[in-house]
């Protein structure tokens, strides 16, 4: 992890530049010197938005955030993933805890234990998640980490003979929330929410190519015998999950973090269940993969 400090200059001079440091050759940023729980004017956002997409993560540390506070910082991202059933919201929809915390024998919280598999939130979904963001509540001693790839450099560092075997095919993403959040399912079984994306997405933004198929939720490659599917996906899961393009955040209480689910995976290291783990997320919509 590199602790040098760099002042990221933006055409208007170093008074009005924002303070970030890279959280590691792969990607990610931590923006230094920003308080979250005041509100962020338009010319600041604009450089956390302009750091986001440059670094793919963007973490702010030592956060005192009311859920209110951090609504209002996603919300300028765009319009946020509200609950229909209001499982594990709190009082305000857009909230969702992320605990294995039981309070009388009840989970509080969703994905609430132990390792998870790489995946980009709601890929099984026409419109996946643009961003997640969690803020850290309560967090275990050892491990719970959360992992983060670098999608791009995924696609990037292919062969250009496996470029062509994607080229202009589409993959199943489908989640099945009764299977454990370590394996990844084959068949879509009925009930099951699923959809097919492009391979290769395209950044609306960065408009950089980035590799979308993940270990846990990509069931098949559409047009593909089975044997090949699986054969070439396991390739694609190994190559993107290369430890040189993954970032590993360990959390500290009062983290606040926030990838981009279109150019990058994220996934999770084990815990004890003796733990506590407490996170607080919000989810911010996003577009059709292109
Ligand atoms: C999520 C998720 C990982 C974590 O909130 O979508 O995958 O570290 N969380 O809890
Ligand atoms: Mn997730």
Same mark, same amino acid.
């Given at each position: ?20 440091r ?7 940023? &931590?923006?230094?010197? #920003?308080?979250?729980?005041?509100p ?5 956002? %604009? ?19 009311? &859920?209110?506070?951090? #609504? ?13 059933t209001?499982? /594990? ?26 390792? =998870? ?6 890929? /099984?979904?026409?419109?996946?998640? =643009? ?19 670098? %999608? ?8 250009d ?18 299977? %454990? ?9 009925? $009930?099951?929410?699923?959809?097919a994306h ?14 979308? #198929? ?34 590993e955040?360990?959390? @500290? #209480? ?21 733990? @506590?783990?407490?996170? @607080?997320?919000?989810?911010?919509? $996003?577009?059709?993969?292109?």
């Amino acid at each position: 992890m590199s602790t040098a400090q760099s002042i990221a200059l933006d055409g208007e001079g170093a008074i009005n530049a924002l303070q970030t440091r890279s959280l590691s050759p792969a990607l990610g940023a &931590e923006i230094i010197g #920003v308080d979250l729980s005041q509100p962020v004017s338009d010319s600041l956002f %604009a450089k956390i938005q302009k750091c986001w997409h440059d670094n793919i993560v963007v973490l702010f540390r030592d956060q005192h955030l009311s &859920e209110t506070d951090q #609504v209002r910082f996603a919300e300028r991202f765009g319009q946020l993933a509200l609950s229909h059933t209001r499982r /594990y919201t709190t009082a305000n929809p857009a909230v969702m805890l992320i605990s294995n915390i039981r309070e009388n024998g009840k989970q509080i919280g969703a994905l609430p234990d132990g390792e =998870m598999q790489f995946h980009s939130d709601q890929c /099984y979904q026409e419109k996946p998640a =643009m961003a997640s963001m969690l803020y850290a509540i309560e967090v275990p001693n050892v491990g719970g980490d959360t992992l983060f790839a670098n %999608a791009y450099a995924a696609y990037e560092t292919l062969s250009d003979d496996i470029k062509r075997r994607l080229d202009g095919r589409k993959a199943m993403h489908a989640y099945d929330y009764d299977s %454990a959040s370590m394996k990844r399912g084959t068949k879509i079984k009925e $009930g099951v929410p699923h959809f097919a994306h492009p391979l290769v997405r395209t950044h609306p933004a960065t408009g950089r190519k980035a590799l979308y #198929v993940n270990r846990l939720m990509t069931i098949a490659i559409e047009g593909l015998p089975e044997e090949e599917s699986d054969a070439l996906l396991n390739l694609l899961f190994a190559h993107q999950e290369n430890p040189a393009f993954v970032y590993e955040h360990i959390w @500290r #209480v009062h983290d606040l973090l926030m990838w981009d689910n279109r150019c990058a995976l994220h996934a999770r290291t084990d815990f004890s269940d003796d733990e @506590r783990r407490l996170m @607080r997320r919000v989810t911010v919509l $996003g577009e059709r993969p292109m």
